[in-house]
């Protein structure tokens, strides 16, 4: 969902903000590696308790909420019951802003990541244009929510389950898939971020985004859609959405019908353009296909391979309709010695044509 760019929303202009680096003030909350970041991340934490409480209730069928997802509704929703003008004022406030998580997760990692959470990112920074004005009073509110909801004694109280989450991850291993990754594209490493991995038990299972604010490069990651190491699919972001966006324009029609073929498919339903809808498809068939052939047990070689290319047919009977061609492509890639940049053209002009829809 990275980069996603929507039209401006009505409202009024957001406070001009203080431009600062992030300060982590909570050591135990962090833990640090040599590029790498693991974070139990509070602003995050606000958000997502503030839009479950105002109805926030996505879940894929059959899939239970986390378990910290329901104590923390739970326990959100006794402490608002002294305040129900509050809470209903909030709910309005929810529904009338028209955003989906996506875009409250990218704009609260535009505020400090502590109490009383106020920008230190400016506009032109958020992924998402729209939410300068529509949750330009956003901070003040989630001030007055943290307080109201007794958010500090529910932190604490699930705390413990965040730092479990932290204490999985292994830095070492992002540092490998880090270096694995620019070696199959065959590019030298373009950015010198900091990757913060981000676990948000308060989401909705298998869901991620991911965001840069100078100099951090933060994965959001939902319960589900992550394994503990490098966040490649949301990382891949980064590199092809640029690239996609210089090539789009001369293969627009071709493009345009596998766009028109999918995007009413339930898994292409927060890819409503086609140009955000070509970034999905070619990051995850990048990802399922450096997951196929950089595996480090080769025991597992034709398992690990089987299930990627089922994962590929999955999402694009589901409505990604190029991820199935973009996959099929790579292996020419991979017998090439171009670089992923140079062969994207290349790769583009072999796409085959689909039949416009009728």
């Known amino acids: 969902m990275l980069f996603l760019l929507l039209l401006a929303g ?15 003030a909570h050591p135990d909350e962090i833990r640090i590696g040599d590029g ?12 997502m308790a503030f839009i479950n409480a105002t109805g926030f209730d996505d879940q894929p069928p059959a899939v239970a909420m986390h378990p910290v997802r329901q104590k923390v509704r739970q326990r959100v929703a006794e402490n608002l019951a002294a305040h129900p003008e509050k809470l209903q004022k909030w709910r309005q406030y929810a529904r009338s802003r028209k955003l989906g998580p996506f875009a409250y997760q990218d704009f609260a990692l535009s505020l400090e990541p502590n109490y009383p959470f106020q920008r230190v990112r400016t506009d032109k920074e958020l992924n998402y244009p729209i939410t300068a004005k529509r949750l330009a009073d956003f901070p003040a509110l989630l001030r007055d929510f943290w307080v109201t909801a007794d958010l500090t004694n529910v932190w604490n109280e ?17 540092q490998r898939q880090m270096d694995g990754l620019w070696q199959y594209l065959r590019l030298p490493r373009q950015d010198t971020l900091t990757i913060v991995n ?3 038990l308060l989401d909705s299972h298998y869901s991620a985004i991911a965001a840069p604010y100078e100099p951090y490069y933060y994965c959001v990651e939902g319960p589900g859609s992550h394994s503990y190491g490098l966040n490649v699919h949301e990382y891949l972001h980064s590199i092809v959405n640029p690239l996609v966006k210089t090539n789009f324009p001369a293969h627009r029609a071709k493009l345009l019908r596998y766009y028109e073929a999918g995007k009413r498919g339930p898994r292409s339903e927060s890819y409503q353009d086609a140009v955000t809808f070509t970034y999905e498809c070619l990051v995850r ?7 196929a052939t950089s595996h480090l047990n080769a025991a597992n070689a034709a398992r690990i391979s089987a299930h990627q290319d089922w994962l590929v047919t999955d999402d694009t009977a589901n409505g990604l309709t190029l991820t199935r061609p973009f996959y099929d492509l790579l292996p020419g890639f ?15 002009e072999r796409l085959p044509e689909i039949a416009p829809r009728s």
């Open 10 to 24: 009505a409202g009024c202009a957001s406070p001009k903000p203080n431009p600062a680096p992030a300060a982590f």
């Open 36 to 47: 790498f970041r693991v974070l139990a991340d509070r602003r995050v934490f606000v958000t």
């Open 158 to 174: 699930v705390k413990g389950d965040y730092l479990a989450e932290l204490k999985k991850y292994d830095l070492a291993a992002m």
């Open 198 to 200: 981000v676990p948000d």
């Open 285 to 291: 068939a990048l990802d399922r296909r450096f997951c």
């Open 334 to 348: 991979e017998t090439s010695s171009m670089s992923f940049e140079a062969f994207l053209p290349v790769m583009l």
